[in-house]
Structures are given as structure tokens and as C-alpha cells.
């Protein structure tokens, strides 16, 4: 099976193994997504009533997690590079702070550090695009702040998964019992687990198609506008409650830098602009993350390989109106299906 099929039916663990396992010492909490997951970062932090400071370069989904948490949001920029835009005795005071680690690089924290101190505000290490990727220490991107989120859904093929990782003592002490696992409720998860392995067989022109439809059928639910305000009520999987067979942490690793290195070459030849020129040690990408005039094109030439293309992120309302070129014109190729 080459790469690109790997994105549709991604290589099965050697042996089981536990997210609680490969983030021990830390405490779990398991929900259906990460925007449930930072809801509850967010009520451990204290914030109700208080401002929460986030990246306005974030997925408007994010949002409804400070609604949830009755807290109001307060934005930082960021550059080109996704680094903060301003020094962080520049930002507002805010209780809580989200530090992202975008497509799974490790954001440099030293910023958010000097703001908590300046602030006392809690760090919240959104790694959601992150699992198994390590920062030049070496240490897993979601462990480096006293709360971490996680998105397991979005780099395993899972129904559905969203974690909260309990780095400092005192916080994991206090977190809520865990949720009842539930299967994903609807039929789309069956159906999308059955065409994993007919998509990774058929190859990229029909995959291509199908994958054209089903985005089309989703961009017509009627609940995104609701998107910014309201959590799903989902339980998580069972799958988190058990031992995990359908994706392998160092196999994972390996295949995502693969694609990566596939995906920067096929942009080379296109004249895409890699938002991360190189590929650390330690880093597990989500997607290979790129900037265009064309997305046109730059979608032909991924799909020649059956590789997905989507424009990220959608901005929340408040930001999109004003936002600046670089939030409007990146693009991944998604390294899961």
C-alpha cells in the first residue's frame, strides 16, 4: 500500500496500547471532542465570568468551549509563521491563555510563560493537531502546560475522541469522574469506516469523487451556524475506554513524516509555500500545511496522488471580516481521512 493510501486506511497497531499509557504521569479525561475537552480546561482554570485569551487564527469552533465555560474571549495575533504577533506584555489580562501547537509543531511556549507570570493566568496547550509529535526536549506536545488538549479523532481513524490531559497535580485532583463511552451516535461513522479500506483500494480519481460528495453533504448541515455557541452533547467512543488497535504511535509518526516529505515536494513543483520550510525531529504533522494564490491548481496536483485539500481554518465571526491576508489564504493536505 503506498502513502497517499494511507490517508484513507492508516496501518493498524503492532500491539494495543493506552493514551493514558503514553501520557503518563498525567490524568485523562476523555469526551467526543476537543472543543468538550477545553470546556472543561477552562472551568478548572477558573474562568467564569473572566476573559479567555485566544489565537484569532482558530477554528470558530473553539469558541463555543469559552461560551460553555461562561467566560468571554479575548484574541491575540499572529504572524505569518504562527508565532504570537506582539510581545505578551502586550496582551490583555486574561484568567486562562491557549497556546496552539498548529498542524503539530510545538509553539514555542516561553511567551505564554512570562504572561502567566506577569498574569497568573492558566496555560492551556491546545496539542489537538499534536498527538505523538515531541518538542527539541522531547517531551509530547499536550504534557508541557499544566492542561493540555488532544483530538485523538483527527490522527486516528476513530469515530469520534476528544482528551484533556492533567498535567499539574493539583488540577488533575480535581478533575471531573470520566464520562460514559458511547458509540457515535447517526450512521456516518459506520460509513465512514467501511469505505476506509474500499477508498485506500480504489485509487485516487474515484476516492477523489467520493470525498467531493461527502464534504458537500457536510457543508449543509444546518447546526454550523451554531458552531461558535453551542457544545455537541456526543459521549466519547469506546474505543478511548480500552486499549487502542487501529493506529500505532511510532508507525504513525513515520507515515505522517512521509507524507509530509511527499506533500513538500508536490508543492515545490507547484510554487506552494510550506508554512513550515522543515520537519523537526519529534514532529508527527497533522497535515502538510501550505500557502497559495491557487488553490486550484495546488488541489489538481495533490489529487493526482488522492490527497485531500481544505482551506483552514473557519475563523471565527469576529475575526473574519478584518482578518489579515495570511489568515485567509493557508491550506492543508489532510494526512487522515
Not at 476573559?51 to 460553555?68: G, K, N, Q, S
Not at 509518526?253 to 520537519?279: K, M, N
Not at 475575526?319 to 481521512?337: E, K, M, R, S
Request: glycine fraction near 6%; hydrophobic fraction near 45%; charge should be neutral.
Amino acid at each position: 500500500m503506498n502513502l497517499a493510501a494511507t490517508v484513507y486506511l492508516p496501518p493498524r497497531a503492532k500491539s494495543p496500547w493506552r493514551l493514558e499509557d503514553l501520557f503518563a504521569p498525567a490524568s485523562l479525561r476523555h469526551y467526543a471532542f476537543g472543543r468538550q475537552a477545553l470546556a472543561e480546561a477552562l472551568n478548572l482554570a477558573g474562568v467564569a465570568g473572566k476573559t479567555v485569551l485566544l489565537p484569532a487564527f482558530i477554528c470558530r469552533e473553539a469558541l463555543a468551549a469559552v461560551a460553555a465555560a461562561g467566560a468571554r474571549p479575548a484574541f491575540y495575533g499572529v504572524t505569518k509563521d504562527l508565532t504570537p504577533e506582539e510581545a505578551p506584555d502586550r496582551w490583555p489580562d486574561a484568567a486562562a491563555v491557549l497556546a496552539v501547537d498548529y498542524f503539530g509543531w510545538p509553539q514555542d511556549l516561553a511567551p505564554f510563560e512570562a504572561y502567566a507570570r506577569r498574569t497568573r493566568a492558566v496555560i492551556i496547550e491546545d496539542a489537538a493537531h499534536a498527538l505523538f509529535s515531541r518538542d527539541a526536549s522531547g517531551r509530547l506536545l499536550g504534557l508541557r502546560a499544566p492542561l493540555g488538549i488532544l483530538s485523538p479523532r483527527k490522527s486516528l481513524p476513530l469515530p469520534n475522541g476528544g482528551t484533556l490531559v492533567a498535567a499539574d497535580p493539583d488540577l488533575a485532583r480535581r478533575l471531573p469522574p470520566q464520562s460514559a463511552f458511547e458509540p457515535a451516535p447517526g450512521r456516518r461513522a459506520a460509513l465512514k469506516a467501511a469505505a476506509r479500506p474500499i477508498l485506500a483500494l480504489v485509487g485516487a480519481k474515484i476516492s477523489r469523487s467520493v470525498l467531493s460528495a461527502w464534504r458537500t453533504a457536510r457543508a449543509q448541515t444546518p447546526a454550523a451556524a451554531a458552531l461558535e455557541h453551542e457544545l455537541p452533547k456526543d459521549h466519547p467512543c469506546p474505543e478511548l475506554g480500552r486499549a487502542i488497535v487501529c493506529g500505532d504511535p511510532s508507525i504513525e509518526v513515520s507515515r505522517r513524516r512521509g507524507l509530509w516529505t511527499l506533500c513538500r515536494d508536490i508543492g515545490a513543483e507547484i510554487g506552494a509555500s510550506s508554512v513550515f520550510p522543515a520537519l523537526p525531529d519529534g514532529v508527527a504533522p497533522y497535515a502538510y500545511a501550505f500557502r497559495t494564490n491557487d488553490p486550484v491548481t495546488a488541489a489538481r496536483a495533490f489529487a493526482v496522488e488522492g490527497l485531500p485539500v481544505l482551506p483552514w481554518p473557519d475563523l471565527p465571526t469576529e475575526i473574519v471580516d478584518a482578518a489579515p491576508g495570511h489568515y485567509q489564504d493557508l491550506f492543508l493536505v489532510h494526512f487522515l481521512w
